[in-house]
């Protein structure tokens, strides 16, 4: 039973193009989610984060939107450069509400093309 | 500089043998956690552990043991009771605020990892 479910095994954007990565949730205890990168043989690098009191964080390039209505968050990457070609992670928890570990899509990987 | 280190980088298992993977951080993180990844199969959660002398299993922790003696230390020993040990092993640490309840679903920052081969 996957709580934290990345549909898209893998997704090619061109140089200069947005990347949406999406993301499903089906705990509505989840309260805090985040994004991972991480290249291969490596560990991964926190990218950003959001709360659910939040519908939107940015970071440069880097947006995350949160609906929780529908249980959907998404990683928009604008402009996109090769440098992010990598695996994306997905991850949630219940911070206020129960104290879980992070829970870990299957991850997208990014290919962006020049 | 701070951060968490994992050695080996690459680790190989005889047959019937256990080994050792090592973890230590200088982050002064309260919890640690240890993963491993095959492909497709993102992350799954092995053990964590919120405090010293303390640890609980997490989603895959069948053939694999703990221990944390040392805040700073959280090793991962890979049994021969583990049939299928091949993986890249991730340890990963974040702090943990209490008595708020903010706890083990913070942020947590990843160790290079481990790759575990079988002879």
């Known amino acids: 039973d996957q709580q934290v479910k990345q549909n898209s095994p893998s997704l090619s954007v061109q140089e200069g193009r947005i990347s949406i990565l999406n993301c499903d949730y089906t705990?509505?205890?989840?309260?805090?989610f985040l994004w991972y990168k991480k290249y291969p043989a490596e560990g991964p690098t926190f990218l950003i984060s959001?709360?659910?009191?939040?519908d939107k964080n940015e970071d440069g390039r880097f947006t995350v939107f949160l609906n929780k209505s529908a249980k959907h968050l998404s990683l928009h990457i604008v402009p996109s450069q090769p440098g992010d070609s990598a695996v994306y992670f997905c991850?949630?928890?219940?911070?206020?509400?129960?104290?879980?570990?992070?829970?870990f899509g299957k991850g997208t990987r990014l290919s962006v093309i020049a | 500089d701070g951060g968490i280190t994992q050695s080996p980088k690459y680790l190989f298992r005889k047959e019937g043998q256990n080994v050792t993977l090592s973890c230590e951080q200088n982050?002064?993180?309260?919890?640690m956690y240890w993963y491993r990844q095959d492909p497709g199969q993102g992350l799954r959660l092995i053990y964590y552990?919120?405090?010293?002398?303390?640890?609980q299993k997490g989603d895959i922790a069948e053939g694999y043991s703990v221990s944390r003696e040392k805040k700073e230390s959280f090793p991962l020993t890979v049994t021969s009771a583990q049939k299928n040990p091949t993986a890249f092993y991730l340890c990963?640490?974040?702090?943990?605020?209490?008595?708020?309840?903010?706890?083990?679903?913070?942020?947590?920052?990843f160790g290079p990892g481990t790759r575990l081969l079988v002879l």
């Open positions: 990963a640490s974040s702090i943990i605020l209490l008595p708020t309840g903010r706890g083990i679903g913070e942020t947590q920052y």
């Open positions: 705990n509505s205890m989840f309260d805090y």
């Open positions: 959001i709360s659910s009191i939040k």
């Open positions: 991850a949630a928890s219940a911070l206020w509400a129960g104290n879980t570990p992070l829970v």
């Open positions: 982050l002064n993180h309260d919890a």
């Open positions: 552990s919120q405090i010293v002398n303390d640890f």
